[in-house]
Nanobody
Framework: QVQLVESGGGSVQAGGSLRLSCAAS????????MGWFRQAPGKDREFVAS????????RYGGFVKGRFTISRDNAKNMVYLQMDSLQPEDTAVYYC?????????????????WGQGTQVTVSS
């Protein structure tokens, strides 16, 4: 069983940046596709970004518009989400997720493992 622990959330002003980290343990990290999702109060969970096991393919939610970058370090069992030009509408709990897949994964239902989430708050 894979455990995922997010860190790096916090409060930032509009236009600022945050880097989220997700540490994986308990499984073969390099065999997992990894992703980030978010959920704001009263809203459905939303796909943010995903990356294939080797890091060759990345996908982003339509709202990202070049502001976020997902990356991974298989040697360290880590996945990251660099978020720039943050806006108040990016305020949400951000979740790290892992999928037993060698391909691209974007649907939340296809992810097998989830972290507890980290809060990101962007003030105007």
């Amino acid at each position: 069983q894979v455990q995922l622990v997010e860190s790096g959330g916090g409060s930032v002003q509009a236009g600022g940046s945050l880097r989220l980290s997700c540490a994986a343990s308990g499984g073969t990290f390099s065999r997992l596709a990894m992703g980030w999702f978010r959920q704001a109060p009263g809203k459905d969970r939303e796909f943010v970004a995903s990356i294939t096991w080797g890091g060759m393919t990345r996908r982003y939610g339509g709202f990202v518009k070049g502001r976020f970058t997902i990356s991974r370090d298989n040697a360290k069992n880590m996945v990251y989400l660099q978020m720039d030009s943050l806006q108040p509408e990016d305020t949400a709990v951000y979740y790290c997720a892992g999928a037993r897949s060698y391909g691209v994964v974007v649907a939340g239902s296809e992810f097998n493992f989830w972290g507890q989430g980290t809060q990101v708050t962007v003030s105007s």
